[in-house]
Each structure stands twice: as C-alpha cells, then as structure tokens.
C-alpha cells in the first residue's frame, strides 16, 4: 500500500572527502546553516523552511571502491523492506541497508543502470517544503544509459511518471518526471562520448538543483571557493538561469535561480 508521501524526496546527503572545508562551501554559496547531528561528526544543513540535508565523509567500504565525492538523494517509502524487494526484483542492486535511531530505516541502491540513490522509511513525519524558495533543492537529473528503462523502475518502484517531454536536438530527449502531476525533474540517455572532468565515461549519475536567492553572487562565491564550472551558465525553458558545478572536494551540484511560479 502507498500514500502521497511515497516517491517523494524528502533528504540530501552530501559524502566528501573533506567534510569540513565541504560545509564551509555550501554554508557560505547556498546559505545553509550548519550544525552537528550525532557522535560521528555528521552536519546536518538546514535552509530557511528547517533542514534539507546533510554532509559525511565517504564510507570506508564506497572508498576502497573508488567512490568519488558525490551527492545521494533519499526517497521517502512507506515498506523499507518491500521497496527493498520490489527494487531487486526490478534489478536494482542493494549496496547498504541501516537503521538509524529516531530517524528511519533506508537502503542505498542502484538502479538497473547503475544511478545510485537512496530509498527511506522515516520513523516520523517530514512536512514537505516548498522548493522554489532559497536554498532548496528543486529539481532532480538523472543522466541514464536507457531513459525509458529507467523511468520505468521508479513509476514501478516510487510512482514517478512522465510529464512531458521535449527534444534537444543532438543531445536526444530530455523526459520531464514527476508525481500526481507535479514535476520533480527530468531524465535522458546519456548520448555517446559523455565523460567525466577526468576523461574517463561517465557512469549514470543524478544532478540535484539548488534554488539560490542571488544567482549571480552564488556563482562568484562558489568559483571563488574553488568549484570547478562543468556547464553554463545559460537559460533554459521557463526561464530560469542554471550552472552545473563541480564542488571544491569533486562533488557534482547545480544552481538555479527562484522559479517563476512554485509547484
């Protein structure tokens, strides 16, 4: 059985390699406010409607894998261990389960094509925010070698469905997704010859958006903390200005600007 919560995304873990020079950057572009949660030395960020994520160092087992610096986002599910199930039985891969204290039990995966992200059954509630305001995240991308396979795991697995479309020439189709009519992000298939900033193919991955209050500034002060700009900036549909980066540790992340209208 499923609510209106399931499918929704509701955390933002951050894993780096340098958990406190990472929090100094995303304190001072995104003006999020910082603080500890826990004994491990995890901060919890939070925005001006309360807490939208937090950052830790890579776990050791995702380092000796040669996990780089990256971001994970967390979907709320109502059965951890059904979705759990239902994922594997779709060809998703079970990396990590945890129970964390007061807090829920959650499974990190990857989906068939190898996209890794983070199924969560909350132990309370999570009131929702409201995404066009600064220093939320707003949009969610998933770069995927088989779009229409990857849409179809997560309408099966969370609901997610297609919204719309619409065609970028070259670059292919780009699937706008969402849940009951209000669009969450968009996905494609990666066309041939993506790499990443080394060179090397780039794995299927997602890219979540920032809404900034300033657009201009936040991008000055991030490349002045040293990120590394991978695209734009530039303006796409609707009207908003976007910037994909590179976060000082080599953490992928997006700016945009306040949309036009909140969904």
């Not at 669009?183 to 991955?205: A, E, S």
């Not at 992340?253 to 909140?262: D, F, M, R």
Request: aromatic share 10%; net charge negative; with cysteine.
């Amino acid at each position: 059985m499923t609510t209106a919560n399931t499918g929704r995304i509701v955390w933002y873990e951050l894993f780096t390699s340098d958990r406190d020079a990472a929090v100094a950057f995303y304190t001072d572009v995104m003006g999020w406010k910082a603080e500890p949660w826990g004994p491990e030395g995890y901060r919890m960020f939070s925005a001006s409607q309360g807490p939208v994520g937090g950052a830790d160092l890579i776990p050791a087992a995702a380092k000796a894998m040669g996990v780089p610096p990256y971001w994970q986002a967390a979907v709320w599910v109502d059965d951890i261990a059904a979705a759990v199930e239902k994922a594997t039985s779709l060809g998703a891969k079970i990396y990590h389960r945890e129970s964390v204290p007061t807090v829920g039990d959650l499974a990190v995966i990857a989906d068939p094509q190898g996209a890794v992200i983070c199924l969560f059954q909350p132990s309370g509630d999570n009131a929702p925010h409201d995404r066009a305001k600064p220093g939320e995240f707003s949009w969610h991308e998933l770069y995927t070698t088989d779009q229409p396979a990857a849409l179809a795991f997560y309408k099966a697995l969370v609901g997610w469905e297609q919204l719309g479309s619409f065609d970028m020439g070259p670059m292919g189709t780009y699937v706008l997704w969402g849940k009951d009519g209000v669009q969450l992000g968009g996905m494609m298939t990666m066309p041939p010859g993506m790499t990443t900033p080394d060179g090397k193919p780039l794995p299927p991955n997602w890219m979540y958006y920032v809404t900034v209050a300033d657009f201009d500034a936040a991008l000055e002060r991030a490349k002045a903390k040293g990120a590394r700009v991978l695209n734009g900036p530039m303006e796409v549909p609707g009207g908003q200005r976007i910037v994909q980066l590179l976060d000082p540790q080599g953490a992928a992340i997006a700016l945009t600007e306040p949309p036009k209208s909140s969904a």
